[in-house]
């Protein structure tokens, strides 16, 4: 009897430490809540594949929307809890504070070199010569556009900006909205600054003078961009709604055909694929480059584009090894997938394929034709205060609370406030 | 008179111990303090510390930070026009509630009491259901009403007019704060209706025939002896007003985010977004005590206003 007891309680204990042993709690923490289409469903299938491939790794996702969840990893840090995996941004102004402060773990570089990724790409997650990240996706801003709703209004795709705001009273007398975009979170409207002064001065050098005080946000070429940014809000481009809808409110007004076009990055290639769209819908979904203003200095193919969304692990967390280990099974599984379901466009080298929708082969040809990008947008070049200040002015400018004066003397206390630190 | 002796470590025994000699022993007062004073000490005093020792830093939230003496404090009191408005907001935010919302709820509660019971607790049922949602599911509802584009609130004021109506409430400069303002009174007249409804219910009978023998009026006997009567009842719904207006956030949070520009800013929301969102954890805990004073003086304030206007009376 003595004996069976003793057996038992040696099996009991070497299967508690087998099972001790090999079980990790992998927690992973990202901005993608919709897991049934696009990039989060990407993540769920790499997920399973990374957990069938090791056996007694779990792995638990928080999902939240953009703005919360940079909210809430600040939070985490400050509360000693970042998970262990981490999609972000590989921007300066959001990224380099975590680095400063240790929290991120260091890649091999080399380990990744092969990986196809795009020219810049892996630089863009590389500070003091260490890459910290994995880009994820080349991100391009863009208009998307319903093809079936220009049809209705009887109207082709505007090449100039003034032909754009000329769109405006034919879809209006149809009862289209004419462009949607996440105005609630400022960032977009943004972007599209950007893009307009780049249109207007011919060089996305001007902003990093400005930030860097060499040029001054209230020349000319920047008052003339706020200009035009308030005058599309004044003419009724955008939705009534513009400052109070937020990224899914703008996203569903487009993709629902109540909206003709949609300002957003490449990201948002998987519209095309989107199940929670009528077939219809996404038939018909294309996009083209942002116009060139009359006039103005820059050209069609100069693209606002960046590498914003990366992944990185927590070099605090118990489970780092097992986080590297998750990148470098993410790094070689993401592209193929993110492009087999048409959700991202990807930081690597992609194959075009027959099969693939309209909206893909176009942004994929907006990216191959581009002459000169961007890099980081305006408002990540910085710190998170000056972040805030130009989101918070452009929400004001866009509803005529200032004038575009006013806005370029806001964003140029901020930039002179942000390069004082 | 019971003996009773002390035990060994000063505490006296429990039994037959007249009150008065067990609430005079100093280990029995202790005990019963401590407890309440711990919880005071580590949920408040120690928070409130350290929000302190933060206001006097740069620090982002993430890695190191710098002392920076007053300097937060200045730059709040002296260059920070969204401070100064989000305090202007949750004065206005007081002011509609104390003077409307309740005016409007005594007036819902007097007719309420008249009224059947049956009917009554029907009505008081309806009027209070929007005190019972989720602050989130409020937000989301007025939220698709006011909305521009499908909001029922349009469609219905376009049955009277040529053009369609197309005014986005929460997004229009003009129109904001008063939305955000009727939403957070929407959601909160439920409160003082019942307040107002239960405090009229325990109005003696007595006290409005008499007036009625006096010859008064409706308006008179309600002017000159209920509201007086129901006085400290009035006094206790505007404090708890006072205190609800400067706490309000995630209503404001949720529809605007203190947008278009500054204009439906409200202290708590500008403090979390200086704090989480403009990475100013320093500054955000600087707004936050000075938050903390501004609260605390306006509540002695409003609590002192009544205690003579209640001795006067």
Known sequence: MKKIVVALCVAVLVTVGAGAQTKVS???GDNLPDRTSGMGLVFDTINSEFKAANPGVDIAVESYPDQPWQEKVKIYVAAKQLPDINKYWSFPGMFKPLIDAKLVQPLDKGAFDKLGYLPGALESNVYDGKLYGLPLTADCWVIYYNKKLFKEAGVTVPTTYEELLALVPKFKAKGIIPAVTDGKDAWPLVETFDNLAERINGNFGRVDAALKRTAK?????FVQAATLL???ATSGLFADDLM????????NLFGQGKAAMYLMGTWEVGLATDANFSQDFRDNVDAFKFPVVKGGK??????????????????????KDMGVKYLDFLAKRWPALAWEKQAGYPAQKVVAR???????KTLLAIGSDAKATSGTPSLDRSDAQFKDSIQKAIGELVVSIITPEEFCKKVDAAAAKAAKK | MAETKPLSGGFVSLERVPMKRLFNNRPVIAALVVPGLLIMVFA????IGFSVYYSLTNWSGIGDFQWVGFANYVEILTADPTFWRSLANVGILILVTVFLQNTAAFALAALLARLTPRWSRFFRTIYFIPAVLSVVVITALWGNIMNPTFGILNKFLSLFTTDPVTTSWLGKPATALGSVVWIIVWQGFGWALLFFYSALMTLPVELEEAAKIDGAGRWMTYTRVILPYLFPVISAII???????LKQMEIIFLSTGGGPGDLTQFTAVYLYQKAFVASQYGYGNGLSILFVVVAVGLTLLVQRIFRTEGELA
């Open chain 1, 217 to 221: 946000f209230t020349d000319p070429d």
């Open chain 1, 26 to 28: 992998l927690k992973q």
């Open chain 1, 298 to 319: 820059g050209k069609v193919d100069d693209l606002v584009a960046w590498y914003g969304g990366n992944i990185f692990v927590n070099a605090t967390g118990k489970n």
């Open chain 1, 244 to 251: 109070v809808s937020d990224y899914g409110a703008s996203r």
């Open chain 2, 239 to 245: 404090v708890i007003d006072v205190i609800s207006s």
């Open chain 1, 354 to 360: 027959a099969n693939d929708t309209t909206l893909a």
């Open chain 1, 230 to 232: 308030q005058k599309m």
């Open chain 2, 44 to 47: 408040m005093i120690i928070p």
